[in-house]
T-cell receptor, first 113, second 112 residues
Framework: DTAVSQTPKYLVTQMGNDKSIKCEQN?????MYWYKQDSKKFLKIMFS???????INETVPNRFSPKSPDKAHLNLHINSLELGDSAVYFC????????????FGSGTRLTVV | GQQLNQSPQSMFIQEGEDVSMNCTSS?????WLWYKQDPGEGPVLLIA?????ELTSNGRLTAQFGITRKDSFLNISASIPSDVGIYFC????????????FGKGTSLLVTP
């Protein structure tokens, strides 16, 4: 069983489209995150949810909207995709805080053309 | 704002050599974690440090939490080809639970 699973693994789409990435964790963790990894491999926090509530919302365009229907799921919806959104997006979870270590998904490589 | 520096940015070494990388911050933390990212995968936790001065080993890996609480290093002894990947430090404050950004990574290449 995959602990943190993201779908899809690859996503190629045109500028202006709307897309979603799904994430599910079966670890019973309270906190889930979205990270963006750019071409230079920098990992930047985008959002953090604790038990379905948003606790961190870094400076990301409001075209990005996270949704957490329950504490095991944190989806990322992106509107009006731009070329600069191309990156690898990682979902992660931790319990109860990042100090105890994250479990990451295997990533979603988004390419906007 | 807080600054986090990880060095070196990349290393190209021969199998069997020892490797050292470090992270320094302008802020004090009470936790330092080290992760490794294999190509095409998400980062995986290697070592967690929770006390200033703490020295922890995991096989050929050794990490230390600096006594100033502003830095940490990771050593890999007798490197092997499967050590190839990107290594990230991740400091945090367990009291606030705030998820800070990771270090910019050290890319390690090991030649047989």
């Amino acid at each position: 069983d995959t602990a943190v699973s993201q779908t899809p693994k690859y996503l190629v789409t045109q500028m202006g489209n709307d897309k979603s990435i799904k994430c599910e964790q079966n670890l019973g963790h309270d906190t889930m995150y979205w990270y963006k990894q750019d071409s230079k491999k920098f990992l930047k926090i985008m959002f953090s949810y604790n038990n379905k509530e948003l606790i961190i919302n870094e400076t990301v365009p409001n075209r990005f909207s996270p949704k957490s229907p329950d504490k095991a799921h944190l989806n990322l919806h992106i509107n009006s995709l731009e070329l600069g959104d191309s990156a690898v997006y990682f979902c992660a979870s931790s319990h109860p805080a990042p100090a105890y270590g994250y479990t990451f998904g295997s990533g979603t490589r988004l390419t906007v053309v | 704002g807080q600054q986090l520096n990880q060095s070196p940015q990349s290393m190209f070494i021969q199998e069997g050599e020892d490797v050292s990388m470090n992270c320094t911050s302008s802020s004090i933390f009470n936790t330092w974690l080290w992760y490794k990212q294999d190509p095409g995968e998400g980062p995986v936790l290697l070592i967690a440090l929770y006390k200033a001065g703490e020295l922890t080993s995991n096989g050929r890996l050794t990490a230390q939490f600096g006594i100033t609480r502003k830095d940490s290093f990771l050593n890999i002894s007798a490197s092997i080809p499967s050590d190839v990947g990107i290594y990230f430090c991740h400091p945090s404050d367990s009291n606030s639970g705030y998820a800070l950004n990771f270090g910019k990574g050290t890319s390690l290449l090991v030649t047989p």
